[in-house]
């Protein structure tokens, strides 16, 4: 892709309210007849990327005093003060020297958070919260390309440990439906904490990842399910792991997504991986059922440990005997951004285990604990698992 086609990709723009932003507002006007019409103008948005590393911030507030923008830490440390625009009910700036990736931020309005219509918007820290993509040249193999693109379902299963219904969201690869005779790997992948079912789509972008990954060959179709990470039971205090996940994962979504789409139901035919709180969720479920469901687990930005570290799962003396543990998981992989503490510990645990023959493959992304570092990694795993 060029650098014009990056900065434009329709990525940039679309979230869990529009695939497609008008850019523009109705304006009312008088028209023949005394009847109302209306009027489509041009409109701004939020947040104007305008070149690598630059982008223009608007906020409409007509009666405002005072405008911010501030990030939240990692590559977006800084705080934007907007100024008014003479004539206008805009409040803008133009800053520079922003880093690459993605950027959850909230606008300040006479000093009340607030969110910015404008700009696009998502579920992160259990709140909604606007952000924006800032691209670059390595931005392409999470964008928005023309290639043949795979659906996303949306499905509502029973839970068996809340009683409650539960949703997920299901990607099926490209010609899904025009090849009813092919049966194909299952590939779950939970979200983070404060997040929710729909991250690893439009924050993740997991989808157009799969897409452009199937169309250069690089991963084997598979189908992708994206599930809520919580299963709260009424009455009950939890500590790291929200209730009893994986029982719902294994017992319960399974099953619904073997009766539903066309899976191959075998334990080398499934994965599991998980980004922090989701890391956390994949290696209780994954390691607890490596014999008889998963057969690989992906750790993105997680910790690994053997002493149940985070109240994730105590391993005991699993990672003791090499033979069987590479029996039982074809592939344990780990992940982790550059300025991610973790790192120091996962690379300890790793050379640990790699004494008894346990090889963990794992790749250190440049980035903090943000979703930059885990579309790279999920580009990873999905090209070595179902190999």
Not at 47 to 53: A, H, K
Not at 139 to 145: H, K, V
Not at 177 to 191: A, G, N, S, W
Request: proline fraction near 5%; charge should be negative; hydrophobic fraction near 35%.
């Amino acid at each position: 892709m060029t650098k014009e086609e990056i900065l434009n990709n329709q990525a940039l723009d679309e979230h869990i309210l529009f695939f497609s932003p008008l850019g523009k507002r109705p304006v009312r006007v008088p028209s023949e007849g005394g009847m109302p019409g209306i009027k489509y103008e041009k409109d701004r948005k939020g947040v104007q990327i305008l070149d690598y590393g630059k982008a223009q911030f608007n906020f409409r507030a007509p009666d405002a005093k005072t405008v911010t923008i501030k990030g939240w830490g990692g590559s977006l440390p800084q705080e934007f003060e907007l100024k008014k625009e003479e004539d206008s009910d805009f409040f803008s700036c133009v800053a520079d020297g922003i880093l690459p990736g993605f950027h959850y931020c909230d606008f300040f309005v006479d000093g009340v958070r607030t969110v910015n219509d404008l700009a696009p918007i998502g579920y992160g820290d259990f709140r909604i919260a606007n952000y924006f993509e800032m691209p670059s040249e390595d931005s392409e193999f999470w964008m928005l390309q023309d290639v043949p693109h795979g659906d996303v379902n949306f499905e509502i299963y029973p839970s068996s440990v809340t009683g409650k219904m539960k949703a997920a969201f299901v990607y099926t690869p490209p010609k899904y439906d025009d090849e009813p005779e092919e049966r194909y790997p299952v590939f779950y992948l939970q979200h983070g904490g404060g997040e929710s079912e729909p991250a690893w789509v439009w924050l993740g972008k997991v989808n157009y990842i799969a897409d452009n990954l199937i169309a250069q060959g690089k991963m084997r179709k598979m189908i992708i399910v994206m599930t809520t990470g919580y299963a709260f039971e009424e009455g009950k205090i939890y500590g790291m792991i929200p209730g009893d996940i994986d029982k719902q994962i294994a017992e319960d979504l399974i099953p619904f997504i073997d009766s539903r789409y066309r899976t191959i139901p075998e334990k080398d035919s499934r994965a599991i991986a998980g980004l922090s709180l989701g890391s956390a969720v994949a290696w209780k479920t994954g390691l607890e059922y490596r014999k008889t469901l998963f057969s690989y687990l992906g750790m993105f930005s997680g910790g690994l440990s053997r002493d149940g570290r985070r109240g994730s799962y105590d391993t005991g003396d699993l990672f003791d005997n090499g033979e069987e543990f590479n029996h039982d998981l074809k592939v344990l992989y780990a992940a982790w951004g550059s300025e991610e503490p973790v790192g120091v510990s996962n690379m300890e645990f790793i050379e640990d285990v790699a004494k008894n023959g346990i090889e963990i493959p794992h790749d250190t992304f440049f980035g903090w604990h943000e979703w930059d570092v885990w579309r790279h990694a999920a580009a990873r795993f999905m090209q070595l698992i179902f190999r």
